[in-house]
């Protein structure tokens, strides 16, 4: 379940329209499971409504767990004749990257030990040590591979659930799309993964707000920590803050580290990332949140173009920033 949680600021500048400007067109829907709000200058007297709707409805079919007849849920069920898209190529792909560079931080095979902690789309299941021990059999990249199109599993019970890059990737696909039509100012919003292109409706760089990551601060924009600008970047956040539950006591969080199949225990509780494609945003903010901040900033040493704004407790439970010298930049505003 996806956490990450943006307050478009910039959305509130849509209804006038600066002279120097053309129409922008604001479109809103479902996909993911989750809500998207996509923004653009409508320069080619074209609504892509239609467009955008067809664009992510196929995106599910490749990517979605949640529809039963998509390419990664035949997977999952272990179709023998199921054969990959560029879509899914594609993820795959940067999910062995991320896994690689972070150490096995990130892992697109943790469903099924997130199943069981609760936090994923199957029956909650008992989440005790000896369990969460037998699911780690099914857990590593080294389980699966991609071989001409298809995807081969060690072992029958290994599932592959890319929720943690899949969202941000969809904000990419629809860039693609606007490029394609020669769209030049856009902002693309979907589950809180946004990407930004040109100006906004008054001319202006995008605005983007970070939520306070503030347990019961559970509306977007309701308490917000920072206001950054973005210059043709990608931004995904990452948190904690949000999905979670209490049991007997003990709180567990949404963000489980794949070495040891419990929910990551650091004192990161937001992690932003910001980066030329959402893709890479999206899958750094999870991989950051299982690090923690010390780890992360190793990590960022080997990441060149990435940004970072975190939010972290320290030991008297109050809230500490770290952010990257590019991401000072790029701030407008602290609260």
């Known amino acids: 379940?996806?956490?990450?949680?943006?307050?478009?600021?910039?959305?509130?500048?849509?209804?006038?329209?600066?002279?120097?400007?053309?129409?922008?067109?604001?479109?809103?829907?479902?996909?993911?499971?989750?809500?998207?709000?996509?923004?653009?200058?409508?320069?080619?007297?074209?609504?892509?409504?239609?467009?955008?709707?067809?664009?992510?409805?196929?995106?599910?079919?490749?990517?979605?767990?949640?529809?039963?007849?998509?390419?990664?849920?035949?997977?999952?069920?272990?179709?023998?004749?199921?054969?990959?898209?560029?879509?899914?190529?594609?993820?795959?792909?940067?999910?062995?990257?991320?896994?690689?560079i972070s150490g096995g931080a990130f892992d697109i095979t943790v469903g099924p030990v997130v199943n069981a902690w609760g936090f994923g789309n199957g029956p909650v299941a008992k989440h005790d040590t000896a369990y969460i021990q037998s699911l780690l059999k099914y857990v590593g990249m080294d389980k699966v591979s991609l071989v001409d199109k298809k995807v081969i599993k060690k072992y029958p019970e290994v599932k592959v659930d890319v929720n943690a890059l899949a969202q941000g990737y969809s904000v990419d696909v629809v860039c693609r799309f606007f490029e394609s039509k020669g769209i030049k100012n856009y902002l693309v919003e979907i589950g809180g993964e946004v990407r930004g292109k040109g100006t906004n409706a008054k001319d202006k760089l995008w605005h983007i707000g970070i939520d306070k990551p503030a347990d019961g601060n559970m509306m977007p924009g309701n308490e917000l920590q920072a206001i950054i600008e973005i210059d043709n970047k990608a931004l995904a956040t990452s948190g904690n803050y949000r999905a979670f539950y209490v049991e007997n006591g003990v709180k567990y969080a949404h963000t489980i580290d794949p070495k040891t199949g419990f929910p990551a225990r650091n004192t990161l509780l937001s992690a932003t990332v910001v980066c030329d494609d959402c893709i890479s945003a999206d899958a750094y903010a999870t991989t950051f949140m299982v690090l923690g901040v010390d780890k992360s900033k190793e990590l960022l040493l080997k990441l060149k173009g990435m940004e970072v704004y975190f939010v972290y407790s320290d030991d008297k439970g109050g809230y500490q920033i770290y952010f990257t010298d590019g991401m000072k930049k790029m701030i407008v505003e602290e609260k």
Not at 28 to 35: E, L, N, V
Request: proline share 1%; net charge negative.
């Open 1 to 100: 379940m996806k956490t990450a949680s943006l307050f478009l600021l910039a959305m509130l500048f849509l209804v006038a329209c600066n002279a120097k400007k053309g129409e922008y067109v604001k479109i809103s829907g479902f996909a993911q499971g989750t809500t998207y709000n996509i923004t653009y200058e409508n320069s080619t007297n074209i609504n892509y409504s239609h467009d955008i709707d067809s664009v992510l409805k196929a995106f599910d079919k490749s990517l979605s767990i949640y529809d039963s007849t998509s390419i990664i849920s035949r997977i999952n069920n272990n179709d023998p004749s199921v054969l990959v898209d560029d879509w899914f190529t594609e993820v795959f792909k940067k999910s062995v990257d991320v896994n690689e």
